[in-house]
């Protein structure tokens, strides 16, 4: 297992390692070891697996403190491009985003507590696994609107299909008050 940092602090792509020959692959998609040695603390409470078409869009959603969430995120089947954006107040890149395609099962995001997530699948059938290290919490849930100009996302869903809950989301400053 590799990791590799992106933009926004504490947020990393993991790369597993892929075992396969001509029957499949096999692969190791959580050590607590591994995670541990290079640094990243997670204790996994559930797991979470969601099955889209082309052109969804789920996000951007997150839960508040003490319900916070990490999740590792990967693409067990299919392609996502997957977004997140940094709602911590302390943090230097606190409202930056960062987006990247998800579209090996052996690459996967590790996205701490404190940021919202969402992600638009490319291809039917794609197959989205979530790890987190606590449980869903419903009255901690919170949603932002993709295209709320106060993030000032640059990645762009067109033609999205979206749930009505995504759809009618809050905007940063109605939920700021909250983080």
Known sequence: ?????????DCYLIYNQLHGDHRGFFMEAFNQPKFQ??????QLQQIN????????????HFQLAPFAQTKIVFA???SVIDLVVDLRKNS????????????TP???LWIPKGFAHGYMTLEDDTIFQYAVDAPYHASSERSLRVDDPMLQISTRFPDA??????LNAPSFQEIEHEL
């Open 76 to 78: 067990l089947t299919g």
């Open 161 to 166: 299909l979206i749930s009505p809950k995504d």
């Open 92 to 103: 230097s890149t606190y409202l930056q985003h960062f987006s990247v395609q998800l579209d």
């Open 49 to 60: 697996v969601a099955k889209s078409k082309k052109k969804v869009f789920r996000g951007l």
């Open 37 to 42: 040695h290079l640094g990243l603390t997670f």
């Open 1 to 9: 297992m590799d990791i590799e940092s992106t933009p926004l602090k």
């Open 106 to 108: 052996d690459k996967a």
